[in-house]
């Protein structure tokens, strides 16, 4: 199984700074049409998955242009370029390449 | 709007079986994949099971895989998931998810129903 490895697992933030949430896998998610299939997961407190980034770096319709996703290969990341109050949550990244499809153990962002 | 309304859970004791359903609507239920993601208590997501638009391709996790069987009925709009021989570790809250395509080879779920707790213990 493709092994999907996130850090940092906690992120305290304070308001209006960056943050970041790298994701690496164990082996390459090129997909043999060329797409790459990582997906970044929000999941707000008590709240069902919301997926903001899809193929590495498409924001989904919605997602507040703070989000961003970047990334090849192995290594990926999802920045938000200024922490808000709704961005706490839990946030996953999700490789749907290879089966079984495997998600990051999650990154729990909370503000300081 | 897209909805997808899980239901079915409970609790169950372990060896026991149970049948989820997720009730989909506000898009074209046959023409996409859909997949069923757990979480267990306080722990991450797994992904569990995955159908094909037509239902012929099915594919599961090494976890659950000949416990638990996925079907769809498109006539109805409606995913299953018949899961047996239960056990403590497959408690959870069980989400319905729905893909982008139509097939199984790939995965990017982009709307979730709001899941369905799964609790096995005697």
Same mark, same amino acid.
């Given at each position: 199984?493709?092994?999907?490895?996130?850090?940092?697992?906690?992120?305290?933030?304070?308001?209006?700074?960056?943050?970041?949430?790298?994701?690496?896998?164990?082996?390459?998610?090129?997909?043999?049409?060329?797409?790459?299939?990582?997906?970044?997961?929000?999941q707000?407190? &008590?709240?069902?998955?919301?997926?903001? /980034?899809?193929? *590495?770096?498409?924001? %989904?319709? +919605?997602?507040?242009?703070?989000f961003? =996703?970047?990334?090849? &290969?192995?290594?990926?990341?999802?920045k /938000?370029?200024? *922490?808000?109050?709704? %961005?706490? +949550?839990?946030y996953?990244?999700m490789? =749907?390449?290879?089966?079984?499809?495997?998600?990051?153990?999650?990154?729990?962002?909370?503000?300081? | 709007?897209?909805?997808?309304?899980?239901?079915?859970?409970?609790?169950?004791?372990?060896g026991?079986?149970?049948?989820?359903?997720?009730?989909?609507s506000?898009?074209?239920?046959?023409s996409?994949?859909?997949?069923?993601?757990?979480?267990?208590?306080?722990?991450?997501?797994?992904?569990?099971?995955?159908?094909s638009?037509?239902?012929?391709d099915?594919?599961?996790?090494?976890?659950v895989?000949?416990?638990?069987t996925?079907?769809?009925?498109?006539?109805?709009?409606?995913?299953?998931?018949?899961?047996n021989s239960?056990?403590?570790?497959?408690?959870?809250?069980?989400y319905?998810?729905?893909?982008v395509?139509?097939?199984?080879?790939?995965a990017s779920?982009?709307?979730?129903?709001?899941?369905t707790?799964?609790?096995?213990?005697?």
């Open positions: 199984d493709v092994v999907m490895t996130q850090s940092p697992l906690s992120l305290p933030v304070t308001l209006g700074q960056p943050a970041s949430i790298s994701c690496r896998s164990s082996q390459s998610l090129v997909y043999s049409d060329g797409n790459i299939y990582l997906n970044w997961f929000q707000r407190p &008590g709240q069902s998955p919301r997926r903001l /980034i899809y193929k *590495v770096s498409n924001r %989904d319709s +919605g997602v507040p242009d703070r961003s =996703g970047r990334g090849s &290969g192995t290594d990926f990341t999802l /938000i370029s200024r *922490v808000e109050a709704e %961005d706490v +949550g839990i996953y990244c490789q =749907g390449t290879h089966w079984p499809w495997t998600f990051g153990q999650g990154t729990k962002v909370e503000i300081k | 709007e897209v909805q997808l309304l899980g239901s079915g859970g409970g609790l169950v004791q372990p026991g079986s149970l049948r989820l359903s997720c009730a989909a506000g898009f074209s239920f046959s996409y994949a859909m997949s069923w993601v757990r979480q267990a208590p306080g722990k991450g997501l797994e992904w569990v099971s995955a159908i638009d037509t239902g012929d099915t594919y599961y996790a090494g976890s895989k000949g416990r638990f996925i079907s769809r009925d498109n006539s109805k709009n409606m995913l299953y998931m018949q899961m239960l056990r403590a570790e497959d408690t959870a809250v069980y319905c998810a729905k893909d395509n139509w097939n199984i080879a790939m779920f982009d709307y979730w129903g709001q899941g707790l799964v609790t096995v213990s005697s």
